[in-house]
């Protein structure tokens, strides 16, 4: 059974369209399990309807036509309850109904699987028999693990399908894919998909402007890939039996005209540029080659793709097309870097959406350093056959919305003209105070990590850094940077922001953050080696550093050094030990740099329930809301399949969060916090009344966050928090923060997705 399904996977994998991909499921099923009938109905998001998309064993005249209500008959039910029926008489059951039209009445047995992805139903996946029977447990489990396995091709396929019936469609649609919030704001454009060198599978469709010269380019593209399979065959030459040896001819073989090379060449000739012509060859062949039954030729796959991939990368080195990007341009990729971002000016970018990627990438981190909206680990989108579509990309909520309706497109385009409407409005108030209503000050610092953020935060008003990635000089070099580098790097950033505080965390690297000449592969590395356990391993990494800080602070004075991932009482011990062994050392060499304030950052559990104890051995608290968010809640945020459960207003973070503002007040020790929650206007009221004395954020949310709190009475807030504090789920929480926004005018920073979708 295990094979079985292993080959009805790849073999739908394989499938280039929706309808086919059912077609597979529906004959694979039915022969697998031996029965007379598998069918599958699928859930129309638009009326809510279970259409029956798909049959082996009833009429297929009727696919498509065929429908039930949610909840109507069997099959309504198992989509209703969400899981599996198998019945051994199906018309003796109260919920039985005859599907007119579609031939199932002379059927008995009856066995539905729900087929779920991301908590929604796709549809339902059904087989049955004219005997009376119930299905076994073996039986049972096979259709449910396919269902499962199964559920993401589908959901990929539909929306893919989808999308392009909506394109010559005016019905109106919210067909959406969910990501994760990388950069907020809303961004509508037309996609413009960039491929990673040599990946066959994320080649883009592409009309050939000069056949002549693709086809010129892939001959050459050929010929280099022949010369090095020659030169590896000749020299394994004396390593291997004539008959090992003989595969690199059958190797070379596949790129000749008679086979896979002439195929190629064809489809260019007939108008496919070439990068688009060998990926389509290629793909189809390994799709064709891992359906077979025998190991070995299941295994020419492997080859096919190697030469792919080796034509590929020379054509890409070839291929010197200029690009035009679309006026207002989304940038989209298998995984986003800052060099593609690069690539384009920056007037043309409307948004970026990455197939992987994290929410605190560098291109997130840049993507909100340049205001552009962003969603990352889109997992879900037909990537190859993205460029040209139209996208809406909803930075707030991590939402896609591919080829929009009109409507939908019309509502969205009225958020974007908000959005760029507020920020005229928010203007003025780069140079005014951040007070209450009734005078109660609260301090706005910037989150930074590159010289660009500079100009730009002071700009908008930043009182001061709250937190500088240091990682990020080391995360852009092949090597560790030398103390003397880093002396340079942190002096230029001190001295920008001179006589404002600049607060310096420690290197913090692992989890999602690796140096690529430093690897940590860790099955779980966000609860292996990183932050502090890190650089005390490597005292010799860590102590460069701290002396590169305090030199860097020699007559500025505005330095403060903030300790990433503390967990233990002895592990600040041992980092403050190291700072005083720093700063006597560079004092002895002739430094005047007096010992600046040190900090902990409060982003574990750990950290929560000692913070009274780490706050008497230091000068500040930081809250790490993004990483205490996803220790809290067992959710890794870059997830796309549980990014939804990673909430800041959880109830059981805001009261984490209170406890850290109070044992900091009870310690008479300053208490700030940094991380998506401090730049949220939505937060700004709660966490100005539990205590936090400064938020740092993103430049771009320092006038929504003063406009906030310039808004509203301090006394209001303290009320509010009241409130919150007693309500037992985020929800509930969020509902009653927007309606006091609302109530003083805020509504523009209300962005939840139910806010203006309903």
């Known amino acids: ?194 491929s990673h060198a040599a990946d066959m599978s994320l080649v883009a469709d592409k009309n050939a402007s000069d056949r002549l010269a693709e086809l010129r380019n892939f001959r050459d593209a050929l010929s280099k890939v022949r010369k090095d399979i020659e030169e590896v065959s000749h020299s394994l030459s004396g390593e291997l039996s004539a008959e090992d040896h003989a595969l690199f001819d059958v190797y070379l073989g596949i790129l000749d005209d008679s086979s896979l090379g002439g195929e190629v060449a064809k489809r260019i000739k007939s108008g496919q540029w070439a990068q688009g012509a060998l990926s389509q060859v290629m793909m189809r062949h390994i799709k064709h080659f891992e359906r077979m039954e025998h190991s070995y030729l299941r295994e020419r796959a492997v080859d096919v793709k190697d030469l792919g991939s080796r034509v590929l990368a020379y054509l890409q080195e070839e291929y010197q097309e200029e690009r035009f990007f679309p006026e207002r341009t989304v940038l989209v990729s298998e995984e986003l870097t800052a060099s593609m971002l690069g690539e384009i000016p920056r007037e043309n970018l409307s948004g970026l959406v990455s197939v992987r990627g994290s929410g605190n990438s560098h291109v997130a981190i840049l993507a909100r350093a340049m205001g552009v909206p962003a969603v990352m680990g889109v997992a879900d989108l037909p990537l190859s056959s993205l460029e040209g579509w139209s996208l809406i990309v909803d930075g707030y909520n991590g939402v896609i919305y591919p080829n929009a309706d009109a409507k939908t497109l019309s509502r969205f385009q009225t958020l974007a003209d908000r959005d760029l409407a507020v920020i005229q409005e928010l203007e003025p108030l780069k140079t005014e105070p951040c007070k209450t209503l009734d005078d109660h000050s609260l301090t706005l610092w910037v989150n930074t990590g590159a010289m660009s953020d500079i100009d730009y935060s002071i700009d908008l008003g930043a009182e001061g850094v709250g937190l500088y990635r240091t990682e990020i000089p080391f995360l852009l070099r092949e090597s560790f940077p030398t103390e003397e580098e880093q002396r340079k790097i942190y002096r230029d950033q001190l001295k920008a922001f001179a006589p404002k505080p600049v607060t310096m965390r420690t290197l913090d690297v692992g989890g999602d953050k690796s140096l690529s000449y430093f690897p940590i592969e860790e099955q779980n590395p966000f609860l292996g080696w990183r932050g502090i356990r890190v650089t005390l391993d490597h005292p010799e990494i860590f102590i460069g550093q701290l002396r590169a800080m305090l030199k860097a602070n020699e007559g500025l004075g505005n330095l403060r050094i903030m300790l990433p991932m503390v967990t233990t009482v002895a592990e600040l011990n041992d980092a403050l030990e190291l700072i005083s062994r720093s700063h006597r050392e560079i004092r002895l060499e002739g430094w005047e740099s007096n010992l600046p304030p040190v900090g902990v950052m409060i982003e574990v559990p750990a950290a929560v329930y000692q913070a009274k104890e780490l706050a008497r051995r230091v000068d500040f608290l930081s809250v790490g809301s993004n990483d205490l968010t996803q220790y809290l809640l067992a959710v890794d945020r870059n997830n796309p399949r549980v990014s939804q459960l990673y909430d800041h207003f959880n109830p059981a973070v805001l009261k984490a969060l209170m406890s850290v503002a109070s044992a900091a007040r009870q310690e008479y020790k300053p208490v700030s916090i940094c991380g998506e929650l401090a730049g949220n206007p939505q937060a700004a009221p709660i966490l100005m009344a539990m205590g936090y004395d400064i938020l740092s954020m993103s430049a771009n949310s320092i006038l929504p966050v003063k406009k906030t709190v310039r808004s509203l009475r301090f006394e209001d807030s303290v009320n509010l928090l009241d409130e919150v504090l007693k309500l037992d789920n985020s929800l509930q929480i969020i509902a009653r923060i927007n309606q006091v926004l609302l109530e003083n005018g805020l509504e523009s920073f209300i962005h939840q997705e139910s806010s203006y979708l309903s």
Do not use: W
């Not at 993401?152 to 392009?164: K, P, R, T, W």
């Open 1 to 194: 059974m295990i094979e079985t399904l292993r080959r009805i996977v790849q073999e739908v994998n394989a499938a280039d369209s929706l309808d086919i991909t059912l077609e597979i499921i529906v004959r694979r099923v039915k022969d697998a399990m031996n029965t007379e009938v598998c069918s599958v109905y699928l859930h129309n998001y638009l009326n809510g309807n279970l259409v029956f998309s798909a049959t082996a064993g009833l009429n297929s005249d009727q696919v498509g036509i065929a429908a039930l209500q949610k909840g109507e008959g069997l099959v309504g039910l198992v989509a209703s309850r969400e899981e599996t029926i198998n019945l051994k008489s199906a018309q003796n059951h109260p919920s039985f109904q005859l599907v007119p039209g579609i031939g199932e009445e002379s059927f008995k047995a009856f066995l539905g699987v729900p087929i779920m992805h991301q908590r929604k139903v796709l549809g339902v996946l059904v087989v049955q028999q004219i005997a009376e029977r119930r299905f076994d447990e073996s039986e049972e489990a096979f259709l449910i693990t396919l269902s499962a396995q199964l559920a993401g091709v589908i959901a990929h396929a539909q929306l893919s399908g989808a999308v392009e019936r909506q394109a010559g469609s005016v019905s109106e649609s919210h067909t959406k894919v969910n990501g994760i919030i990388a950069a907020p704001g809303i961004g509508i454009g037309t996609a413009f998909v960039i």
